[in-house]
């Protein structure tokens, strides 16, 4: 008899966790599980060619912390034998739920960032608010799924569950879609003129990813010798890293082109893909990066590139905010770069095929 899996997501926008938890339910139904695909604010392009097998339910909320009469709903009506659950506030009320319902599904959250990185700077109360619910809450859920070592480690501070309900499941980013996607034609025209190096950049541009730090680390370079920078995406930040650019007179060396679908065309091209940012949970960027061959330079955030780069062994790590460090880096890397084999043997353990395997593990479902 074919087993019945339930997933929950809250889309918010185009970003990583979407593509990560998509790229998980494609696996599962290649297996032959049955998926239904629970979602929140279900406005997402990403929702437009599920596979076959795969059962799309809108619960009908625009809000996580709103979807336990939804979810308790559902679960009463399919009995599904585990629920996967990603991000801190869907999985509150998915424990909510499963309370409501009287169902005996297994459940198990997945959480992809940092909060206590995500949160410093906050009041103690916006903290707090965090964290109380995840430590009332988060011991009803079987099982916690982190992203990275880090994300772990953060969770059983904040929440208190015992270390070993806390397991750690890398992302499934590399797929055959990566490498198709990766393979189409330059998209800029700077990637056809490899005799000026092109650096790149990507992700929202918002705080969390610090862009203005990768632009003064990139004006320090182009001051030393000839070279591009392109950052991919799009946010509140675009003005103001438009300005600084005008600013460091490197303005007509630098583009915004926007968010695209596919930045692995970019990245496999690129001569050096730099992660800037001052938090993350497991960057899927850095990861795809190298597993299509492109030298990377990273910040040393809470967290994941230490462990993706296996503690500077596969890229440079320099401190959160640190222009200057950011752009030595960056040379040694242009000036010797690790060999492409390299580069890509250091994400083999972020397929699909494996992570999809461990999730299915936890989560008790055969395939």
Sequence with gaps: MQQHLAVVISFSGEGGVERMVLNLVERFAALGVAVDLLTIRADSSHLSALPAGVRHVDLGTRHAT????????YLKRERPAAMLVAKDRAIRSAVLARRLSGSSTRLVGRLGTNLSAALE??????????YLP??????????????????????????????????????PVITPRLHALAGEPAPHQWLDEPSVPVLLGAGRLTRQKDFHTLLRAFALVRA?????????GEGAHRESLTALAEELRVAEDVALPGFTSNPYAYMKRASVFVLSSAWEGSPNVLTEALALGTPVVATDCPSGPREILRAGQYGPLVAV??????????????????SRQTLMEAAADYTVERSAEHYLHLLGIKS
């Design 66 to 73: 709103w979807a336990a009469p939804a979810l308790a709903r």
């Design 121 to 130: 700077g906050k009041s103690a109360l916006q903290r707090w608010s965090r």
């Design 134 to 171: 995840m430590r009332w809450l988060y011991p009803a859920v079987d099982t916690v799924i982190a992203v990275s070592e880090g994300v772990a480690e953060d969770t059983v501070r904040i929440t208190g569950l015992p270390a070993e309900r806390v397991q750690v499941v890398r992302n």
């Design 224 to 232: 030393r010798r000839p070279c591009r920078l392109i950052i991919l």
């Design 321 to 338: 905010g640190d222009v200057a460090g950011m752009a030595a880096a960056i040379e040694q890397v242009l000036a010797q770069p690790l």
